[in-house]
Every structure is written in C-alpha cells, then in structure tokens.
Antibody
Framework: QVHLQESGPGLVKPSQTLSLTCTVS??????????WSWIRQPAGKGLEWIGR???????VYNPSLKSRVSISVDRSKNTFSLNVRSVTAADSAVYYC?????????????WGQGTRVTVSS | QSVLTQPPSASGTPGQRVTISCSGS????????VYWYQQLPGTAPKLLIY???QRPSGVPDRFSGSKSGTSASLAISGLRSEDEADYYC???????????FGGGTTLTVL
C-alpha cells in the first residue's frame, strides 16, 4: 500500500520561497507508470492543480503558477518536492501531494493527508 | 472562476438518487477524460470515477459517471448519510495545457 506524506514549514513569510517535500513509502517513485503531482486548497475553497513530475524529472505546470513554481524528484530518497517562489497570502492553503497512475488513466489514486501552509509575516 | 462549472450545492434524502453536473467546453470535457473526486469533511480527496465512467476498486457501484459532449455528471444512488461531502470534477484542458478542477459541489443528505 503506497503512502504519501507531505512535510515542510507551516509558516512562510511573504516574498520568501515555500518548500515542501512528499515522501513516498510502500512503493518506488521510479516506476514509470506514475506521475507525481501537487494540489492545493485554500481554506474553504476548491482544489487547484499546481503541476506534476515523472520519474525522469519531466514536469508540467499550471500556467497560472508556472513562473513561480518548480517540482523536482529525488529518486535516491524516494521523494518529490515543490518550491513556490515569491509567496503572498494568496498562496496560503493546504497542500496535497498525489500519485497519478496510468492504470486509472492518470487519475489521482493516492493522496497525502495534506499540510497547511500559512503565508504571513 | 473555474473553466468547469459545477452547482455549488446539492441535496437529497437517504435512499434517493442525486446527480451532480460538470459543464465545460470542447478544450476540456469535450476531448478528454473526466475524473470525479470525493472529499469528506476534513480529509484529503479520494478518486471516485476515472475515464468518465470507471470506478476504482473499492468504490461502491452506487456511484456512477457519465459524459456527453462538453458536460459530465456524477450520479449517486441509494444516498447515505456518509455520502455528505464535497465532490469535484477534473479534466485536462488542452487550451490551458493543464489539469483543471470544477469549483466543487457540496452534497447534503437531509
């Protein structure tokens, strides 16, 4: 059973960089059948797709965030990470890491529990 | 403002059948697979439907999905109190070159 766990600071100052890591356990991040993605959800609002990465490090980003976001994979640690630069209060949200599986036509079949990030001075 | 339009709320009584709609365009629903996610209060979303109308293992057959043209629907039959949740449709948008979510529908079981 694959498990995803987000980690990172819960508080980030405006204009700084938000950095989160998702640890994959119970399976290999190096499996080519999967993509790995980040989703966020501001308090009381809906879901927003941030982007995805595959095991080779190839990325696709939400165009509205592309200039500030980067996602990377570390196969040696079985983790993938998210960086959001120049954050503002609008970046405050619960951030989820997810797995997309080609068996489910890249539906997000595994989700982390989510980690809340607040942008505030 | 999402490119996918869902009603903000829906409701039904136990045992009823409820349908939630998701309206899009030719650049998203019209040409790509639709997914549905269920988010119970205080929890992470869960994949409910993939490839328009397929259920992952473990999802009860009370849940069904359909797609026609540029719209999709999620139907829940035999409504139960534990179905109270937010439901989101999602699809790849060719114009935006990204995955998009609907605004979500909050289902209340009366």
């Amino acid at each position: 059973q694959v498990h995803l766990q987000e980690s990172g600071p819960g508080l980030v100052k405006p204009s700084q960089t938000l950095s989160l890591t998702c640890t994959v356990s119970g399976g290999s991040i190096n499996n080519g059948s999967f993509y790995w993605s980040w989703i966020r959800q501001p308090a009381g609002k809906g879901l927003e797709w941030i982007g995805r990465v595959n095991n080779r490090g190839t990325t696709v980003y939400n165009p509205s965030l592309k200039s500030r976001v980067s996602i990377s994979v570390d196969r040696s640690k079985n983790t993938f990470s998210l960086n959001v630069r120049s954050v503002t209060a609008a970046d405050s949200a619960v951030y989820y890491c997810t797995r997309l599986w080609d068996f489910y036509y890249y539906g997000m079949d595994v989700w982390g529990q989510g980690t809340r990030v607040t942008v505030s001075s | 403002q999402s490119v996918l339009t869902q009603p903000p709320s829906a409701s039904g009584t136990p045992g009823q059948r409820v349908t939630i709609s998701c309206s899009g365009s030719s650049s998203n629903i019209g040409g790509n697979y639709v997914y549905w996610y269920q988010q119970l209060p205080g929890t992470a979303p869960k994949l409910l439907i993939y490839k328009n109308d397929q259920r992952p293992s473990g999802v009860p057959d009370r849940f069904s999905g359909s797609k026609s043209g540029t719209s999709a629907s999620l139907a829940i039959s035999g409504l139960r109190s534990e179905d109270e949740a937010d439901y989101y449709c999602a699809v790849w948008d060719d114009s935006l070159s990204g995955r998009v979510f609907g605004g979500g529908t909050t289902l209340t079981v009366l």
